[in-house]
């Protein structure tokens, strides 16, 4: 298969792939978030309901994180 | 891949192409487009859950009423218990949002249909709803008091400045995570589904595998759903009360 595009394409391509490694950093944080809320919930079950909300907002501001690698990936693919 | 014609063609981004409705002329912002039309779609679903569900409003609801009851008592409880007591006067405009978001996730799950909040441009304009309103309630309700929510009282002194840099650059992300965090779910899920129904076209008989799989991701899919148009709900809730009592 012949390689085309240029070096910068190549360039875009590989940081785009790159920055999307920091997806795996929001995926452990997302992961920690729900883990503890699950161990805290079977420790006092009664508790758990009325946390919930709290579990959605842990688990939105670590995914931001992961959004901003994303944002970059596509930053890198479409906007440069 | 380009190179072999016969073999895997996946376009999965396909689908998120804004077209005019009728004929191919340029795409202006009047233009009748698939994602008008199915916004409109968004909007008409959201009236027949809530409107026609509730049309009868009798003391024992049937399916229809219990389901537009639980969703208006389900947002009512998250901006009473997240928000405070004193946010529910904004509460009309966080249900139309939910409800919108909800109603546009949803259609989009159906095949050959548009998912509007999949594109950046639909999410930014909600989010930065929320953030601008958000922040002029603030203005207008503690004048500059509000910029308290900046300067933390409870840290050390020495500490204060550098965490008010940082929670003014973490306000001011604050639409840029809101909206991409909902159109990123989606578009991700859907490409997700393309790429799995890619499969099942060039597998021939093998493609039961792909199949079923397609058919869990849809189920998950349908979960996101709902859990993204909650998360824009709630967080809209959490600007709200940060708004309202911005001490810390």
């Known amino acids: 298969m012949a390689i085309e595009g240029d070096i910068t394409t190549m360039g875009q391509m590989i940081g785009a792939g790159l920055a999307c490694t920091g997806m795996g950093g929001a995926a452990i944080g997302v992961g920690h978030v729900a883990g503890n809320y699950l161990s805290g919930a079977l420790r006092n079950p009664s508790a758990a309901a009325s946390q919930t909300a709290m579990l959605f907002i842990g688990i939105a501001f670590a995914e931001a994180f992961g959004i901003f690698s994303f944002l970059v990936a596509l930053l890198l693919m479409f906007a440069l | 891949m380009a190179t072999e014609e016969s073999g895997l063609q996946i376009h999965p981004m396909d689908q998120f192409t804004v077209k005019p409705l009728f004929g191919d002329g340029p795409l202006m912002w009047y233009t009748p487009s698939n994602a008008t039309l199915w916004m409109f779609f968004a909007v008409l679903s959201a009236v027949a859950f809530l409107v026609l569900g509730t049309r009868h409003r009798s003391v024992v609801p049937g399916r229809a009423q219990m389901a537009a009851e639980m969703a208006y008592l389900f947002v009512r409880n998250m901006v009473e218990n997240v928000a405070g007591k004193d946010a529910l006067k904004f509460f009309p405009y966080i249900m139309t949002v939910f409800i919108f978001i909800a109603m546009a996730n949803i259609l989009g799950l159906i095949p050959t249909s548009f998912t509007t909040t999949s594109h950046i441009a639909v999410t930014a304009v909600l989010a930065l709803t929320v953030f601008i309103s958000v922040t002029v309630i603030g203005f207008v309700k503690h004048g500059l008091g509000f910029l308290g929510l900046f300067w933390i009282s409870s840290a050390?002194?020495?500490?204060?400045?550098?965490?008010?840099?940082?929670?003014?650059?973490?306000?001011?992300?604050?639409?840029?995570?809101?909206?991409?965090?909902?159109?990123?779910?989606?578009?991700?899920?859907?490409?997700?589904?393309?790429?799995?129904?890619?499969?099942?076209?060039?597998?021939?008989?093998?493609?039961?595998?792909?199949?079923?799989?397609?058919?869990?991701?849809?189920?998950?899919?349908?979960?996101?759903?709902?859990?993204?148009?909650?998360?824009?709900?709630?967080?809209?809730?959490?600007?709200?009360?940060?708004?309202?009592?911005?001490?810390?």
């Open chain 2, 156 to 248: 050390p002194l020495p500490l204060r400045p550098v965490l008010a840099v940082i929670e003014l650059m973490s306000y001011f992300v604050r639409p840029v995570s809101h909206s991409i965090r909902l159109a990123g779910n989606m578009m991700a899920g859907h490409a997700m589904i393309k790429v799995f129904a890619a499969f099942a076209g060039v597998l021939g008989l093998g493609a039961f595998v792909p199949i079923v799989a397609i058919s869990a991701v849809y189920a998950l899919e349908l979960l996101v759903a709902c859990i993204q148009a909650y998360v824009f709900t709630i967080l809209t809730c959490v600007y709200l009360r940060d708004a309202l009592h911005p001490s810390h």
